[in-house]
């Protein structure tokens, strides 16, 4: 399986500027995929690039981040390279909205806002995942007891359960 990332990179010299990862399953599952993402991150934070980490997966063990006692399902790592150690870290579950957050560029730019919840919903709209996905089962891995009891009223309410 060939997977991706996006890099950003400065106009004329190519320089890149910042590395976004979307975690995968392989990435989070033990073995050799994680081994290979966990080292090419650790490359990427000994650098001065920028670095944003997506987890957007309940299942598999979170990527370890130093100092965090999150607890959340799903997480943001925006890493800047020029304020390393430290890093702004969006924790989020089910419930609540995808948060938005600023592009790192280099220092004198605007720096747009990453809207991954706008992105995603656009995607399911034109891709007709209504139409695709079975929402009568439950999700793997299983919600906690108060998450799965608010998706089912959520999903009822859209009619599609």
Same mark, same amino acid.
């Given at each position: 399986?060939?997977?991706?990332?996006?890099?950003?990179? @400065?106009?004329?010299?190519?320089?890149?500027?910042?590395?976004? @990862?979307?975690?995968?399953?392989?990435?989070?599952?033990?073995?050799?995929?994680?081994?290979?993402?966990?080292?090419?991150?650790?490359?990427?934070?000994?650098?001065?690039?920028?670095?944003? @980490?997506?987890?957007?997966?309940? *299942?598999?063990?979170?990527?370890?981040?130093?100092?965090?006692?999150?607890?959340?399902?799903?997480?943001i790592?925006?890493?800047?390279?020029?304020?390393?150690?430290?890093a702004?870290?969006? *924790?989020?579950?089910?419930?609540?909205?995808?948060?938005?957050?600023?592009?790192?560029?280099?220092?004198?730019?605007?720096?747009?806002?990453?809207?991954?919840g706008?992105?995603?919903?656009?995607?399911?709209?034109?891709?007709?995942?209504?139409?695709?996905?079975?929402?009568?089962?439950?999700? @793997?891995?299983?919600?906690?007891?108060?998450? *799965?009891?608010?998706?089912?009223?959520?999903?009822?309410?859209?009619?599609?359960?």
């Open positions: 399986m060939r997977e991706t990332y996006l890099e950003v990179r @400065e106009t004329g010299t190519d320089y890149v500027i910042a590395v976004m @990862e979307m975690l995968s399953p392989t990435n989070k599952r033990p073995g050799r995929g994680r081994r290979i993402y966990e080292d090419k991150r650790l490359d990427v934070l000994a650098t001065r690039t920028h670095f944003i @980490e997506i987890d957007l997966l309940r *299942a598999g063990e979170p990527m370890p981040i130093v100092g965090n006692g999150s607890t959340s399902a799903y997480r790592l925006v890493s800047r390279g020029d304020h390393r150690p430290t702004t870290l969006y *924790a989020f579950d089910v419930r609540q909205p995808i948060p938005t957050f600023p592009l790192p560029l280099p220092p004198g730019n605007h720096e747009p806002l990453v809207d991954i706008q992105l995603l919903h656009d995607l399911y709209e034109r891709a007709s995942y209504d139409l695709r996905l079975d929402y009568t089962g439950e999700p @793997e891995p299983p919600l906690p007891a108060v998450e *799965a009891l608010w998706a089912d009223q959520v999903l009822r309410q859209q009619g599609l359960r």
